[in-house]
């Protein structure tokens, strides 16, 4: 019997004499300490030095944008879902892409290169944006220096200890979105109105085997979002976290849980999950920022809770 009073103070129980070995691996909590778990929380922050590291050019690698070290998080983390970070792959090099997630999703942001993934090659220029399922082998080949941003969902399957599934069963397979057919539907987003229940002018990215869940992946949303000139997107708030890539904005920045956050080229932005938020572009030309959420998730559980401010 415990001595502890407030049974919220207990700390954890033992099997009292275990018949064997899957029982002793038993735990036991209560309805008190079972649910004061404190984490570290999610911070809101704006990577700068990684995209200037990134765009000297040095070699051949990636740069993470982690902060497992304040989530008190033990394996590289953005978010506790999602990993950003850029790629460098230098003129007539190669950069492995095999990455141990569900999938990643790409955008290019300088250079000329190919990518092989099985039996299938494209090629690959500024602007474009990609979907890799994780688990096949791929490969990126620089005809010159080239630079990318991607996230992907690695910390979620470090997290549950699982691996991508691949084949006919995959959640996802190979999709390339050229950048003259995203400036193509972008304009045609752009050029509709955009009524006060909607969050401003974006174009959402999906594919053939997420197209009923509007989602590029089972459990990350992708969008390419616009301010016009002289405009802000209202504060408002939702329980995914984001990752923000500029690719436009001067001079632009958001305000995140009360904090601005001042935009430089190619910056990556985080938002926590449920923070309150607000983009904001005080330039004469429009502003264009990519945005990764781990937001199939809480699509899929009825618990998103978007609302404006």
Request: charged share 20%; net charge negative.
């Amino acid at each position: 019997m415990s001595t502890v009073d407030d049974m919220a103070e207990m700390p954890v129980q033992l099997p009292r004499d275990p018949k064997n070995a899957a029982e002793a691996r038993s735990r036991y909590f209560n309805s008190g300490n079972a649910f004061n778990i404190k984490l570290p929380p999610v911070r809101g922050r704006i990577f700068r030095d990684e995209p200037c590291e990134a765009l000297r050019m040095v070699a051949t690698g990636f740069i993470l944008c982690d902060q497992s070290d304040q989530m008190e998080c033990g394996f590289p983390a953005t978010t506790p879902l999602l990993l950003a970070r850029y790629a460098v792959v230098k003129a007539g090099g190669a950069l492995d892409t095999t990455l141990a997630a569900t999938a990643s999703i790409w955008y290019m942001i300088k250079g000329k290169a190919s990518l092989t993934l099985s039996d299938e090659k494209v090629s690959l220029s500024k602007g474009d944006v990609f979907l890799l399922p994780g688990g096949i082998e791929s490969m990126i080949i620089a005809d010159e220096d080239s630079l990318f941003w991607a996230v992907g969902n690695d910390p979620q399957l470090k997290f549950d200890a699982s691996a991508p599934i691949t084949g006919v069963n995959a959640a996802v397979e190979f999709v390339h979105y050229p950048a003259d057919e995203i400036a193509h539907q972008l304009d045609v987003v752009y050029s509709s109105n955009a009524n006060t229940s909607t969050s401003g002018h974006a174009l959402i990215f999906s594919a053939e085997r997420t197209e009923a869940a509007r989602n590029i992946t089972p459990t990350m949303t992708l969008s390419l979002n616009t301010l016009k000139p002289k405009s802000e997107q209202p504060p408002h708030k939702h329980n995914s976290a984001a990752i923000t890539l500029v690719i436009a904005g001067d001079p632009a920045y958001s305000m995140v849980g009360g904090q601005k956050c001042d935009w430089s080229p190619w910056a990556t932005l985080v938002t926590p999950p449920a923070a309150k938020h607000s983009h904001h572009n005080e330039g004469s030309t429009r502003a264009e920022f990519l945005i990764v959420q781990d937001g199939g998730f809480y699509y899929h559980a009825r618990t998103m809770g978007f609302e404006f401010f």
